[in-house]
């Protein structure tokens, strides 16, 4: 039996996270940087995602690259995974991670009565088509070198949950009033639908799949919304970015290797209620 420290190594391995240049998908990239792990920093900006593996090799110095890829395009999807595997060489791990607000917070936060449905498209595109592009196209290369993998991805606890609106009266997030839009709940739903569906399709090939998620993270909200939303959860508060990365370093690692179709919820203690 391997001791557990060496249950944790990454070292040798090779992991993709999409929405690598967010809040909390440098955070991700670090953790994984930090025991190991070859880091492939995919995000929409090239230049933004090259910066961050930049960042990563100098604080870790292991080889790192920074993709540009658009997720709700298949060919853009394609091309990027033959990239990472042209660089890299392989493909271990991949935290499935990216989503979108898009770029119109007012039509993002409308009310559900006036909600557009090109912007319920759009926010699908990348939150629910995207996810499953990106997944489709990195498990292929997994079964390819079969020799398994594991496959990480982001839902939310508003993926379980309905949202508690009233602790959005008087609530703002960078000077925005704010709410969880139903197509940011939808499409968190369908992530862990999808995560569970791949867990049982790839077992043959020791591909797991698992799914986290986040609950609220302190990253601009207004003092109302802090304590509202600290007020409904056990613990007390809102999380900070770093505590979210421990259970993804889990479920990369040898040390979950018989989890798999399974949700961590990183909530607090929210759900437990």
Same mark, same amino acid.
């Given at each position: 039996?391997?001791?557990?420290?060496?249950?944790?190594?990454?070292?040798?391995?090779?992991?993709?996270?999409?929405?690598?240049?967010?809040?909390?998908?440098?955070k991700f990239c670090?953790?994984?940087?930090? @025991?190991?792990?070859?880091?492939? =920093?995919?995000?929409?900006?090239?230049?933004?995602?090259?910066?961050?593996?930049?960042?990563?090799?100098?604080?870790?110095?292991?080889?790192?690259?920074? &993709?540009?890829?658009?997720?709700?395009? +298949?060919?853009?999807?394609?091309?990027?995974?033959?990239?990472?595997?042209?660089?890299?060489?392989? @493909?271990?791990?991949?935290?499935?991670?990216?989503?979108?607000?898009?770029?119109?917070?007012?039509?993002?936060?409308?009310?559900?009565?006036?909600?557009?449905?090109?912007q319920w498209r759009? &926010?699908?595109?990348? !939150?629910?088509?995207?996810?499953?592009? %990106?997944?489709?196209? =990195?498990?292929?290369?997994?079964?390819?070198?079969?020799?398994?993998?594991? @496959? %990480?991805?982001?839902?939310? %606890?508003?993926? @379980?949950?309905?949202?508690?609106?009233?602790?959005?009266?008087?609530?703002?997030?960078? $000077?925005?009033? &704010?709410?969880?839009?139903?197509?940011?709940?939808?499409?968190?739903?369908? =992530?862990?639908?999808?995560?569970?569906?791949?867990?049982?399709?790839?077992?043959?090939? !020791?591909?797991?799949?698992?799914?986290?998620?986040?609950?609220?993270?302190?990253?601009?909200?207004?003092?109302?919304?802090?304590?509202?939303? $600290?007020?409904r959860i056990p613990?007390?508060?809102?999380? !900070?970015?770093?505590?979210?990365?421990? +259970?993804?370093?889990?479920?990369?690692?040898?040390?979950?290797?018989?989890?798999? $179709?399974? !949700?961590?919820?990183?909530?607090?203690?929210?759900?437990?209620?």
């Amino acid at each position: 039996m391997s001791s557990l420290k060496e249950m944790f190594d990454l070292t040798g391995r090779v992991a993709v996270v999409t929405g690598g240049t967010g809040m909390l998908g440098r955070k991700f990239c670090h953790g994984l940087a930090q @025991i190991g792990a070859s880091v492939a =920093v995919v995000d929409l900006d090239e230049k933004i995602a090259a910066d961050v593996a930049a960042e990563l090799t100098d604080y870790h110095g292991a080889p790192m690259v920074g &993709i540009g890829c658009d997720i709700s395009d +298949p060919d853009s999807v394609s091309g990027s995974v033959d990239r990472i595997v042209a660089e890299l060489g392989r @493909i271990d791990i991949l935290l499935n991670n990216a989503a979108w607000k898009s770029d119109d917070l007012e039509a993002f936060y409308a009310p559900l009565e006036f909600y557009s449905f090109e912007q319920w498209r759009d &926010i699908s595109a990348v !939150n629910m088509d995207g996810m499953f592009l %990106i997944a489709q196209a =990195v498990g292929r290369q997994m079964v390819e070198q079969e020799d398994g993998g594991s @496959i %990480i991805q982001t839902s939310s %606890i508003y993926g @379980i949950l309905g949202p508690d609106n009233r602790i959005y009266e008087g609530s703002e997030y960078h $000077g925005m009033e &704010i709410n969880t839009p139903a197509v940011y709940s939808t499409t968190k739903a369908a =992530v862990l639908g999808l995560t569970r569906h791949l867990a049982t399709y790839w077992a043959k090939d !020791n591909i797991r799949v698992n799914a986290i998620s986040p609950g609220g993270v302190e990253s601009g909200q207004n003092d109302v919304f802090q304590k509202r939303y $600290g007020d409904r959860i056990p613990l007390g508060r809102m999380a !900070n970015a770093d505590e979210m990365v421990g +259970p993804v370093l889990y479920l990369a690692s040898a040390a979950s290797s018989y989890v798999t $179709g399974q !949700n961590i919820a990183i909530d607090g203690g929210l759900s437990a209620w």
